[in-house]
């Protein structure tokens, strides 16, 4: 192809593609919202409250703008959208100081919450994941992958925004960690890093089908377990030691672990007792 008929051809799909918000603007609201949710994340100090004010209302503006941008594929207006979003605000900072003060409580090496908040990548991912998942149940396209994206990108934490994940969430370490976007997860899980909540089968006419894990309340899951699946349920109050590989449910009260080299995961029931995951 001749270089003409090559930047002809580029033009051409430039001036036919629809205008999006770029990931720049979205990163940047994000984490000008994470600095406005968390003064621990903010060097900015306030010292009277029409300052503040004016802050937040300009965050109001900058995702009407993004929403703007998105040319009409919003299922309501972006007004609407970013009112919808910035409401449900106040509920969403409590969950994530549920999940800042779940990481300071499971993590012998943490001093205080300020440093969990400033420097862990867990909450950063988890703060991310919530925002994202906002907008994704507002039926907001494009905006809430680029988020997640953006926060794997920093933290090697792969959170899909349609996950469903509960309160006192903690990640530990976190790089590798991976959630399905139809994962389920109860309150006051634990997972370390390199865990993968993923699915059994990537055939695309089962995109709309619940493709990953449920893992219900209290469940710890240590660093390399691998568990798929959309009908593998793990059991309330279960530890999933590391490096195992499930793909059926395990009961309640169940510990799960990895005997040695050429021997198969075992699982421990009360009382206890070693059996075989059952496939």
């Given at each position: 192809m ?7 051809e ?13 990931p ?7 984490d ?8 621990q ?8 409250m029409?300052e503040f004010e ?5 965050m109001e503006?900058?995702?009407a703008?993004?929403l ?6 919003l ?13 449900e605000l106040?509920s ?7 999940d800042?003060?779940a990481?300071?409580?499971g993590?012998?090496?943490?001093t ?11 909450f950063?991912?988890i ?6 998942h906002?907008?994704?149940q507002?039926?907001?396209?494009l905006v809430?992958?680029?988020?997640t994206e953006?926060a794997?990108?920093?933290t090697?934490?792969d959170?899909?925004?349609g996950?469903?994940?509960g309160s006192?969430?903690?990640i ?5 960690v ?6 389920h997860i109860?309150?006051n899980?634990?997972?370390y ?16 089908t619940k493709?990953?894990?449920t893992?219900e309340?209290?469940?710890?899951i240590?660093a ?7 009908k ?6 279960s530890?999933?030691g590391?490096?195992v590989?499930?793909t059926k449910?395990?009961?309640?009260h169940?510990?799960?672990y990895?005997?040695?080299l050429?021997?198969?995961?075992t699982?421990?029931?009360?009382p206890?007792?070693?059996l075989k995951?059952?496939?």
């Amino acid at each position: 192809m001749a270089q003409k008929e090559f930047l002809f051809e580029l033009f051409e799909e430039h001036r036919h593609n629809k205008t999006v918000p770029s990931p720049e603007s979205i990163c940047n609201f994000i984490d000008g919202l994470l600095q406005i949710l968390f003064p621990q994340l903010s060097d900015k100090r306030y010292k009277v409250m029409s300052e503040f004010e004016q802050d937040f209302a300009a965050m109001e503006i900058a995702l009407a703008e993004i929403l703007n941008r998105l040319n009409g594929e919003l299922s309501s207006e972006p007004t609407a959208t970013t009112k919808a979003f910035f409401k449900e605000l106040p509920s969403t900072r409590r969950q994530l100081i549920g999940d800042a003060s779940a990481m300071m409580s499971g993590d012998p090496a943490a001093t205080s919450e300020t440093e969990v908040i400033r420097t862990y990548p867990g909450f950063y991912a988890i703060a991310i994941y919530r925002l994202a998942h906002l907008l994704f149940q507002l039926k907001v396209p494009l905006v809430p992958r680029v988020l997640t994206e953006y926060a794997h990108g920093r933290t090697g934490i792969d959170i899909h925004p349609g996950a469903t994940i509960g309160s006192k969430f903690c990640i530990d370490h976190g790089t590798g960690v991976v959630i399905g976007g139809t994962a389920h997860i109860g309150n006051n899980v634990k997972i370390y890093q390199g865990v993968t909540l993923g699915a059994l089968s990537v055939k695309k006419e089962l995109a709309q089908t619940k493709r990953h894990p449920t893992i219900e309340d209290n469940v710890v899951i240590y660093a390399g377990a691998t568990i798929l699946g959309g009908k593998t349920i793990i059991g309330h109050d279960s530890m999933i030691g590391g490096n195992v590989w499930i793909t059926k449910s395990v009961e309640p009260h169940s510990r799960v672990y990895f005997k040695g080299l050429g021997q198969e995961a075992t699982m421990a029931q009360k009382p206890v007792e070693e059996l075989k995951i059952k496939n």
